[in-house]
């Protein structure tokens, strides 16, 4: 009986830690944002911009290339960082954020926070749908200059 107790635990344990693995395995790959499907509350969107997850041993590893349309000029930002799905902050780079924190939030929806000088300024929501061709992300925050803004974009699997 015991041991029976002690394999249930087991399992339990491993069926608790799946959906942490199922949620970052499920968004590796590229994702391109449909800017005529996405709502911006401030600025301008964005002439194009791609997600890239990749799994990177037990972290994953996100890298977000932005296009936007100048004066005569189009310039391409690329943001970077690799975390754990643990809510403890990593290091983002090229970004007017210093950290960001990954939480999973169900087996298809994981949270960021991003955070400047230790204070949260930003959470973002990555949600997969349409059996994962489909993420969308709901962010909402303030920008450097003290501006609260919104935004959905809708980013379809490459």
Partial sequence: MM????????ALAVA??????????????VWNCDVFKSTYTTGQPPVRR???FAAVGDSLHFTQETTNEGFNTSETVKLEY?????????????????????KRIDATTIERTGK??????????????NRNK???????GTND???????????NRQ
């Fill in 3 to 10: 041991r029976r107790s002690v394999l249930l635990l087991i």
């Fill in 16 to 29: 608790s830690a799946a959906p942490v693995a199922q949620t970052a395995d499920q968004l590796i790959g």
């Fill in 50 to 52: 791609t997600i890239t």
């Fill in 82 to 102: 690799t975390a754990k799905i643990d809510g403890k902050d990593y290091p983002i780079s090229n970004s007017a954020l210093d950290t960001v924190a990954l």
């Fill in 116 to 129: 400047i000088k230790g204070m949260p300024t930003e959470t973002a929501v990555m949600k997969l749908s």
């Fill in 134 to 140: 489909t993420m969308t992300i709901t962010s909402n």
């Fill in 145 to 155: 200059t003290g501006a609260r803004y919104s935004r959905i974009e809708v980013f």
